[in-house]
């Protein structure tokens, strides 16, 4: 079991410790909720939670069959519904580094799908999960997890 100590600081601000390691985060509420934007917002962690979950445990199963996954990149574009306000669609994309081969594709995605995280989600959020062998010229777009309307 792991403890994390959650502090409210005022302002729709929170700081999160992680017990085992003390690592702290903040969070803030969204703009389009009340807040400033000016973190990660609860259901954004969400988000995080499963791109970086599905990272997890793909390298543990790539691990096993000697792909190398460093490299990989993930982004995640989550969708808010309003009534009630929720997660309605987490689109997860997931760039695989050139070394990884074609046919392990299939073994990762299932690797991915069955992580804690995408296994405790409702099944109301609709996780869209697309694997793509990354070629030079490729890149996932950095930045915000969320665009401005949806957050």
């Known amino acids: 079991m792991v403890s994390i100590h959650i502090e409210y600081e005022g302002d729709l601000h929170c700081r999160l410790t992680h017990g085992p390691s003390q690592t702290t985060i903040t969070t803030d509420a969204p703009i389009d909720n009340h807040g400033r934007g000016e973190s990660f917002s609860p259901t954004d962690l969400v988000a995080a939670g499963l791109g970086s979950c599905m990272a997890t445990v793909m390298a543990i199963a790539a691990r096993n069959r000697h792909?190398?996954?460093?490299?990989?990149?993930?982004?995640?574009?989550?969708?808010?519904?309003?009534?009630?306000?929720?997660?309605?669609?987490?689109?997860?994309?997931?760039?695989?580094?050139?070394?990884?081969?074609?046919?392990?594709?299939?073994?990762?995605?299932?690797?991915?799908?069955?992580?804690?995280?995408?296994?405790?989600?409702?099944?109301?959020?609709?996780?869209?999960?697309?694997?793509?062998?990354?070629?030079?010229?490729?890149?996932?777009?950095?930045?915000?997890?969320?665009?401005?309307?949806?957050?």
Do not use: W, Y
Request: with cysteine.
């Open 67 to 151: 792909i190398e996954l460093q490299g990989m990149r993930i982004h995640v574009q989550k969708e808010m519904a309003s009534q009630p306000r929720r997660i309605r669609r987490l689109g997860v994309e997931i760039l695989l580094p050139p070394t990884v081969e074609s046919k392990d594709l299939k073994f990762l995605e299932n690797a991915a799908r069955t992580c804690p995280v995408h296994q405790s989600l409702h099944p109301d959020i609709q996780i869209d999960l697309t694997l793509k062998l990354s070629t030079s010229s490729d890149a996932i777009p950095s930045g915000n997890m969320t665009t401005p309307a949806s957050s």
